[in-house]
């Protein structure tokens, strides 16, 4: 299994960016994808999970109605719309997967990262005031 993230950058407060998780290797439909990252000083952060099998998504409070993920027909790759970036947003983002259908239910992504074997190796976002 592979995932490849590309799409972070540095973007001015206000900004949009839209990140990609690319993989490989993973087997339809028995995998939930999840966005995380991870800022200087601070503790990973669980952002935004998808369902593969029935392709449901699920947000953590904090980016809500800011964030948005989806995959694409071919179910080779998770994106990650991040719009109104704000400084706070700078971080390393990354894509994990994890075979099983009920990490992201409840959130359970967000308050168990480690339980995802397959990470990417991160995209660096930096969002400028």
């Known amino acids: 299994v592979q995932l490849v993230e590309s799409g972070g950058g540095l973007v001015q407060a206000g900004g949009s960016l839209r990140l990609s998780c690319a993989h490989s290797?993973?087997?339809?439909?028995?995998?939930?994808i999840a966005w995380f990252r991870q800022a200087p000083g601070k503790e990973r952060e669980g952002l935004s999970c998808i369902s593969s099998g029935d392709g449901r998504t699920y947000y953590t409070d904090s980016v809500k109605g800011r964030f948005t993920i989806s995959s694409d027909n071919a179910k080779t790759t998770v994106y990650l719309q991040i719009n109104s970036l704000k400084p706070e947003d700078t971080a390393v983002y990354y894509c994990a997967a994890e075979y099983g259908r009920s990490y992201c239910s409840s959130n359970y992504y967000s308050t168990h990262p480690d339980e995802f074997d397959y990470w990417g190796q991160g995209t660096q976002v930096t969002v400028s005031s």
């Open positions: 290797g993973l087997v339809f439909p028995d995998y939930d």
